[in-house]
């Protein structure tokens, strides 16, 4: 009496599996590809969080008026440097400069067509990744697109 041997899988097993594995792959892969866009939105929330926390700070130590805000042309130095009471920037702190640093760098802006760049300006440009308003402190992320609800980058 001869056994019969099962050498491999029925078509109906292969089909099964296949079917279950493109279920999988319906539900994961759309989820994975909003994480990266959301990981982005978060990035830029927390980096215009950082940002203007450090000029929140800079503002209260420098007398909190209205003239108190980090100039737009040394908005940099201003911020990742050691400044004195009227603002003037150095690179070592001293008895004189004892105010800062209140980053370590300007972060990069993570969305859009502008990703990577840090410069702060005035006004949006090609090359702006940061729009400061010197006189109300106010900043937001240059970019000119939207996040997947729709919401504007430019108004977070």
Known sequence: M???TRRGF???ELVIVVVIIGIIAAIAIPRMSRGASGAGDAALSG?????RNALDLYH??????DTDWP???TFEAQLTT???AGGTANATKTTTYIYGPYLRSIPALPVGAKKGLTKVAAANAADVAWVYNAST???FAG???SDAAGKAYSTY
Not at 47 to 51: A, D, E, R, Y
């Open 60 to 65: 209260t130590e420098h007398g909190g008026t």
């Open 143 to 145: 970019a000119t697109e």
């Open 2 to 4: 001869r056994h019969a």
């Open 82 to 84: 050691y400044t004195d």
């Open 137 to 139: 402190g106010a900043i």
């Open 71 to 73: 100039a737009v042309a």
């Open 47 to 51: 980096n215009l969080t950082i940002l």
């Open 10 to 12: 029925s078509l109906i």
